[in-house]
Structure formats: structure tokens, C-alpha cells
């Protein structure tokens, strides 16, 4: 039978913040599987990664967290660093996990680390489920590159992040420590995984062509200025949206885009506006396509995490053992001190269940038989099945 369980440290010393977060396991130590870690940017994660291997054998990977984490025991979060661990204990489970940095080419990376994961689980066979971490660079090319190798199979996950967006985000796997690239765990199991990724965004009747574009940099829009376009369709005042002003004010306005099912729209965050009235924006958005505007209030933010687990317990078939949560960081900027309110949706919908949320600058996942994705100020849950 699956088992999740969740543990934490807030210890200033990354070694005992590793082992702490373990030591909540007690006894269930030995039975872990894959250790998820995520740990605060301020957090020594070699450390941290050291105090988890001197009590476990588990695969360990993960990545740093914008500024805190959320588990059952409310908001975990430090100026001297804090760590939280999330594993799957499940003696029929088989996992495999690779990681690789940055390179020329990041589709052939994405294919690397699939044949690796491959073989690292000592298996010819593609895995029933698959987990993700990057940097929020190129992930879109990663995940191609894996799904050549292993096809269409389900995932979840999300980037690293960092409190500022200042690139100081980590990803980490077993030995290895990067700021770019990417890290995998392929799954080989009969139980049930289930993921829902959406950002319960309204949509507007907003809507433009993207025109001009280069992979995520948005140019143009009806062939007028991204910036122009983007303050018409808000009425937003210049100091809302100049340079990194527009990461904040944009997670209550962001642009969405379509799958071709229409069974999801995928949320593009506007990370900074740019001298030459360009906008960066959060994943890749492609010329000839549509953009909506979206819109929500910070009671929607908050209500939205409590509506997602609800969502995945409607798909389980069987009853949910744990989730693992990925929540937009810029989401969170704009719900500021009511963080507690996300941490009472979730608690009263996790039914007394292990979880953790942790937030990045991209999530990860798939919604209503869509292709996998990557989205950014959205929402991933993932739900793991008990039996």
C-alpha cells in the first residue's frame, strides 16, 4: 500500500535541517522511496541533501521554494533557512531519477535524462508517471525531449524559484547541484496518480493575436505594442507595470492561451516589462496564436487551492494517500499576508492527509486528457493513490 508522509526543518544548520525533516518519519525512515526535498534559497542545500542521505538511501530531488512551504502544521518558513521533505513509501514502487544542467541544446538534454531515468529504475520500459523540475528556462524543451523518449506519459512538477526572481533558484538530485537544467523521477507503478493543473483565471473578452514573438518575449500584439495592448486592456497606471512591477501586478492579470481541445487554458504570467515596450513572459507564447486577458481577485487565489484538491479527489478512483502542490510564486506575492487563508483551504480539503505546497515560478501538469504542459502563476496538484 502507498504511503506519503511530510517532514520539516527550520534549523539554521543545513545538515540537521536535512536530517530533522527525516527524523519526523521515524520509523517509516527505511521505507521511503523518493525523497522530494525542497529547501529555502538561503538553506546550504548540499547540507541539507547530506542530513537526508545519513538516513536514507532514497532517491532525493526537488528544488529551492519562493520564500516558504505549506504543510499540515501550517506555514514553514525562516530568514535562516528551512527545508521540507515529502516521500512515497511503497514496496511495490519503482523509481529512477536523473538529472542534467543546461546545454546547446535542451530537447537533447530532455532525451538524456529520460534514457537515463530509464535505466536508472534498471527497466527498458517507459514509466507509468513522471516528475519534473527545471529551471524556468527551456522547459517546454526539455519536457519534448523526454516525451521523444518515453512518449506521452502523465507528469507533474515545477520549477525551481527563488524569493526575488533573481535567478538564485537550485535544482537538485542525489550528488548533483544546479542553477540550470533539469532533474526527473519516472515512476513505475500499478497505483494511481492524479494531476490537475489550471489557474482559475476568468477570462475577459480581451482578445488579441500575438503577432511578433521570440520563444518569451512577447513583441507585439495586433501588430501594437505587447505594453501598450497590455495597458488598454487593464487600465494600469505606468508604475504598475514598469520593469519587475509588472510580475506582481500581472498575477491578477495575466494572458492565457488555448490548447487546440479548449480543455484548458494555460496561464503566461508577464515576468517584466522592457525598454523597447517588449514583455517577458513566464513560458513560451508563439506568433499567430491567441491571447486572453484573465483576470481574479485574491479571494478567487485563495479559494482556487482549496477547489483543486476538491477536483482530484473527484478524478481518484481510489482514495488519495497525499498530495504534492505546486503553486505560482506570483500568486502569492499578490495574496501577501493571507498566506494562512491558502493554509486553511488546503488543510480542510486534504481531509488530514500528508501534503505539501510548495511555490515556483512554473508549474507543471496536465488537465482533462489535455498533452502535458508548462504554465506559469497557475496551480499543479498531484494526488497519489493508496491502493
Not at 32 to 61: E, R
Not at 89 to 114: C, F, P, Q, T, Y
Not at 343 to 361: A, D, H, R, V
Amino acid at each position: 500500500m502507498l504511503k506519503t508522509m511530510v517532514g520539516y526543518s527550520t534549523n539554521s544548520d543545513g545538515f540537521k535541517q536535512g536530517l530533522e525533516s527525516m527524523q519526523m518519519f521515524e520509523s517509516d525512515i527505511k521505507d521511503s522511496k523518493i525523497n522530494f526535498l525542497f529547501s529555502s534559497v538561503n538553506s546550504n542545500t548540499k547540507d541539507v541533501m547530506a542530513g537526508i542521505k545519513s538516513v536514507s538511501d532514497a532517491p532525493t530531488i526537488g528544488c529551492t521554494t519562493s520564500g516558504k512551504l505549506i504543510v499540515p502544521d501550517g506555514v514553514i518558513s525562516s530568514e535562516d533557512g528551512f527545508s521540507g521533505v515529502f516521500s512515497i513509501m511503497d514496496s511495490n514502487l519503482v523509481v529512477g531519477v536523473a538529472a542534467h544542467e543546461s546545454g546547446k541544446n535542451a530537447r537533447d538534454i530532455g532525451r538524456k535524462v529520460a534514457i537515463e531515468a530509464v535505466e536508472n529504475a534498471k527497466t527498458t520500459r517507459a514509466p507509468a508517471y513522471f516528475y519534473m523540475v527545471a529551471s524556468p528556462k527551456d522547459e517546454e524543451d526539455y519536457l519534448a525531449g523526454i516525451e521523444d523518449i518515453i512518449g506521452r506519459v502523465p507528469f507533474f512538477g515545477g520549477s525551481g524559484a527563488d524569493d526575488t526572481y533573481e535567478g538564485k533558484w537550485k535544482i537538485f538530485c542525489n550528488e548533483k547541484e544546479f542553477t540550470d537544467g533539469v532533474a526527473v523521477a519516472f515512476f513505475y507503478t500499478d497505483n494511481e496518480f492524479v494531476t490537475e493543473l489550471n489557474g482559475y483565471y476568468r477570462e475577459t473578452n480581451n482578445v488579441g493575436i500575438i503577432t511578433d514573438s521570440d520563444n518569451r518575449v512577447l513583441n507585439k500584439i495586433d501588430n501594437k505594442k505587447a505594453i501598450d495592448v497590455y495597458k488598454d486592456w487593464t487600465s494600469a497606471r505606468d508604475a504598475d507595470i514598469s520593469g519587475l512591477n509588472l510580475f506582481n501586478f500581472s498575477s491578477l492579470h495575466p494572458l492565457g492561451v488555448k490548447d487546440i481541445t479548449g480543455n484548458i487554458t494555460l496561464v503566461r504570467n508577464l515576468v517584466k516589462s522592457n525598454e523597447d515596450d517588449s514583455i517577458t513572459v513566464g513560458n513560451k507564447i508563439i506568433e499567430k496564436t491567441a491571447c486572453t486577458l484573465l483576470e481574479s481577485t485574491n479571494d478567487e487565489l485563495i479559494d482556487a487551492c482549496g477547489e483543486i484538491v476538491k477536483e482530484v479527489n473527484e478524478k481518484m478512483y481510489v482514495d488519495s494517500s497525499g498530495y504534492l502542490m505546486f503553486h505560482g510564486a506570483s500568486r502569492v506575492n499578490s495574496i501577501g499576508d493571507r498566506i494562512d487563508e491558502v493554509y486553511k483551504e488546503l488543510l480542510n480539503e486534504t481531509n488530514g492527509l500528508p501534503f505539501m505546497c510548495i511555490f515556483t515560478f512554473g508549474e507543471y501538469g496536465y488537465s482533462n486528457n489535455s498533452a502535458n504542459y508548462c504554465g506559469s502563476s497557475m496551480l499543479s496538484l498531484t494526488g497519489f493513490g493508496r491502493n
